[in-house]
């Protein structure tokens, strides 16, 4: 039973649009002094109008069913365009980076790809109806807590192994690595689980932790993903006026900035090991070595430091490479009229699965070298750079076309996102897909648009697809029976939390 101290907040309108938070005056009139007090602190307006971009995102983002990922993912977005900016008006310190480029119409034009996408995905999630809730779809997976941690313990193990083979078969590469995403899936399933009714801080320390090593003793900082995806559970839930939640909420966020800054001042020395195949194949030789050089790094000085934050801070920063195209396109090169995204496109509808022989795409790195003017890592190092789907658009069409892409891409998400909501019964699960389907294909800015559209398309096919006939194949009645032993129904219908 459901304790009648536990209330979900009234969304019963079918309109897809409802925006997340409080929309009351009170709110605008915070962003707007924000907003002034940003710009007369850092002496620059774009400082400004990037606090007005954030409070957009919040105000104006579809309210699609269930936990805040689209807002958390446009978040992020915003979070890789301005972060140098505030960094250089909070500290002052000026970094290789933020003086070699003139990186304020790049902030400008990154700022208004990201309000492209978020109006595409208001205009997107227009065009369908949000799903009806009646009694068959307020149901959850009928996972007991048993069969959900073999679920994801099986996934752990199987994840890694399906990955090296994905890399192995050129044609099923794609689509083997869609279907690893299962194991996020099953991972932000858990996460939510571990919320409701009360979130069980014990237990998702305990995941976070699991997390965090697997992620440190691979070759990628693949710990990012579990602690953002915690907190966008814990979002659904949060109650501002709990302490306990704002504690909750703020450790984990510092956890996923303390690692990212630990990862990058130690991540160098450590991938230098993995050309011996005894550390790769090794997971407790990678640990050890890891150990080690978190000791070296803790002894380290101040000046070392400092200069490990700015990395930190640049490494996330994605404007540099596409400012610098920004200065060469079309002073020195033209742009190249719709010849990136045209390629991209004739690549995503051609998959190597049936068309063996097409060629390659250009990668990261070659683009940064021919628009940028940067002579960086690339293949032969087993690197790409990131050029991002808002600098490939720009060397293609210019301000302001290069808009429309961006915008059109939104809506079709927008509209894809809704639809899946409306075509899975199952509540949770139709949740679960299309938060997991909004975070990962929407939360980077340094993306490409091969990766953008490939990526996205993949998921929903195979992903997606399976969650459908997997959809069909439960029995109904038996997700009704199994949702008052998994999840509260409040939660299962996708309703955040309140308590009285």
């Known amino acids: 039973m459901i304790s009648t101290s536990i209330k979900s907040r009234n969304v019963t309108s079918h309109d897809p649009v409802q925006s997340h938070g409080d929309h009351s005056f009170g709110w605008e009139v915070l962003a707007g002094v924000v907003a002034i007090a940003a710009g007369l602190q850092s002496g620059d307006w774009i400082a400004s109008g990037a606090i007005l971009v954030l409070w957009a995102i919040w105000r104006f983002v579809p309210k699609i069913e269930g936990p805040p990922a689209l807002p958390m993912a446009l978040t ?9 900016v505030f960094y250089l008006a909070l500290t ?4 290789l980076e933020l003086n070699r480029s003139d990186y304020r119409p790049m902030v400008l034009i990154g700022l208004s790809c990201v309000l492209a996408l978020l109006f595409g995905l208001r205009l997107g999630a227009r065009l369908l109806p949000a799903p009806l809730l009646d009694l068959t779809q307020r149901s959850a997976l009928p996972f007991r807590w048993r069969e959900l941690t073999v679920l994801y313990i099986a996934s752990v193990v199987l ?3 399906a990955e090296e ?7 099923l590469t794609q689509i083997i690595l869609a279907v690893s995403m299962v ?3 099953i991972l932000f399933l858990l996460l939510r689980r571990l919320a409701y009714p009360t979130p069980r801080f014990g237990w998702i320390g305990i995941v976070l932790v699991g997390e965090v090593a697997l992620g440190f003793t691979g070759f990628f900082a693949n710990f990012k993903e579990p602690l953002l995806l915690t907190i966008i559970a814990f979002l659904e839930i949060f109650d501002r006026r709990k302490a306990s939640h704002w504690l909750a909420l703020s450790t984990i966020a510092g956890l996923a900035a303390f690692v990212g800054f630990l990862w990058l001042g130690i991540r160098t020395d450590y991938r230098k090991q993995f050309v011996h195949e005894e550390f790769a194949a090794s997971r407790a030789a990678r640990a050890e070595r890891l150990v080690a050089l978190t000791t070296d790094w803790r002894a380290q000085g101040l000046d070392a430091r400092l200069h490990n934050l700015d990395v930190f801070v640049m490494r996330l920063w994605a404007v540099y490479y596409p400012a610098l195209a920004v200065q060469r396109v079309p002073a020195t090169l033209p742009h190249e009229d719709g010849a990136l995204l045209w390629g991209t496109i004739k690549h995503v509808l051609t998959p190597r699965l049936f068309f063996a022989e097409k060629d390659p795409l250009v990668s990261n790195s070659t683009l940064v070298r021919r ?3 940067v002579r960086v890592a690339g293949e032969k190092e087993d690197t790409s750079i990131a050029f991002g789907y808002a600098a490939e658009s720009y060397v293609d069409f210019g301000v302001p076309l290069m808009f429309i892409p961006v915008l059109l891409f939104g809506i079709f998400t927008g509209t894809a996102l809704q639809w899946f909501l409306r075509a899975i019964r199952c509540r949770e699960a139709a949740i679960i897909l299309v938060a997991v389907l909004a975070w990962s294909g929407l939360y980077l800015f340094e993306v490409s648009w091969s990766k953008m559209l490939g990526d996205m398309l993949t998921r929903m096919i195979f992903l997606g697809g399976a969650f459908i006939v997997l959809d069909r194949l439960i029995n109904p009645s038996r997700l009704l029976q199994e949702t008052r032993n998994a999840v509260p129904r409040t939660a299962a219908a996708g309703h955040p939390i309140r308590s009285v």
């Open 183 to 185: 194991r996020l899936v």
């Open 159 to 161: 994840t890694g192994s």
């Open 165 to 171: 083979v994905a890399w192995r078969i050129g044609g």
């Open 371 to 373: 628009y940028s003017g």
């Open 92 to 95: 002052g310190r000026h970094t």
């Open 76 to 84: 992020y977005q915003w979070l890789q365009v301005v972060t140098g």
